[in-house]
């Protein structure tokens, strides 16, 4: 068996390296026995690793659903103040409130126009309180003025502000629904928190035992497979071994010349990749003298 084992030598499996765990792998007797039918093991084995993948879709998916709503939340915080919310913005000074007669309106004002603003805000509709406006907040592009006026001229003033390239927020400050929105906000800040701990740790353990039966998977392989190929009784020996890229072809040619005597067809077809080989359906280049199985750590280097 060859393997990139230069990789995630961070990860352990049963407090070992993965590096470790591999060079000095042992069949877990207590968990595995050979005693029962390999099909028990077998099915033992695609069990425990079903049931792991069935934990960890229902664990992140829980923790990406509450990914998923905190980063929705957290997106309308960001942006112009044409499109953010304003939620952490205003504030109940700002308003005039429970009045039947007057509405505060809150406008976007580019940078470019604020002299504009000042000067003609009060025109742009009857009933507008003089000296109403000011600006609570400002990005970027513009700023955020308040406005107050009546309530029955607020179609007029607004129609009259968007010729003006003055935008106004179709906002209507509600203390609760507000209070609401940052509640919720760092609910699920604290949540996230909260489960990506427990998720990680469970991870940590899980990837352990997943790779472990990886691992005893692969040598119940090299067993069946050996024992198809060269009969009983079991006379043969597996091992581990790790060339570098540039010794590959040449380990290759030099376990072909050790071990065709095993199967002359097989290490014929290496020599000529466009001999078949009868009945099998791999292709040439898969199929060796010897049994072969590849542990490419490489799929899990993160780094």
């Not at 003089?130 to 107050?148: C, H, Q, Y």
């Not at 000529?272 to 199985?293: A, C, H």
Request: aromatic share 12%; charged share 25%.
């Amino acid at each position: 068996m060859f393997g990139d084992l230069s990789a995630f030598m961070h990860v352990f499996a049963f407090s070992v390296d993965l590096i470790s765990y591999l060079t000095r792998f042992e069949w877990d007797m207590a968990k595995y026995p050979i005693k029962q039918p390999l099909k028990n093991i077998s099915e033992a084995l695609a069990k425990q690793v079903t049931q792991i993948e069935t934990d960890l879709k229902t664990r992140s998916a829980a923790y990406n659903n509450i990914k998923g709503n905190l980063q929705s939340l957290e997106k309308k915080t960001v942006g112009n103040l044409l499109t953010r919310t304003l939620a952490d913005i205003v504030h109940k000074e700002d308003f005039v409130l429970n009045s039947e007669y007057l509405i505060t309106l809150l406008v976007v004002v580019p940078k470019s126009s604020y002299i504009q603003w000042q000067k003609t805000y009060e025109s742009l509709s009857d009933m507008v309180v003089p000296r109403s406006t000011k600006m609570i907040a400002e990005d970027a592009e513009g700023g955020l003025f308040t406005v107050t006026l009546f309530r029955k001229v607020m179609d007029d003033f607004k129609a009259k502000a968007r010729e003006n390239r003055f935008m106004v927020r179709e906002f209507y400050f509600d203390e609760k629904e507000l209070k609401c929105e940052k509640e919720e906000l760092m609910k699920l800040a604290s949540d996230k928190k909260q489960q990506y701990g427990p998720l990680l740790r469970w991870l940590k353990v899980n990837f352990s035992e997943a790779f472990v039966a990886w691992i005893h998977v692969k040598a119940l392989r090299v067993f069946v497979e050996s024992v198809l190929r060269y009969g009983l009784p079991v006379n043969f020996q597996a091992m581990l071994l790790q060339p570098n890229r540039k010794s590959v072809k040449r380990l290759r040619d030099v376990l072909n010349v050790v071990f065709k005597h095993l199967d002359e067809v097989a290490a014929a077809s290496i020599m000529d990749p466009g001999m078949d080989i009868p009945g099998l359906q791999l292709s040439n280049q898969e199929y060796y003298p010897y049994v072969y199985f590849k542990i490419d750590l490489s799929l899990l280097d993160c780094s």
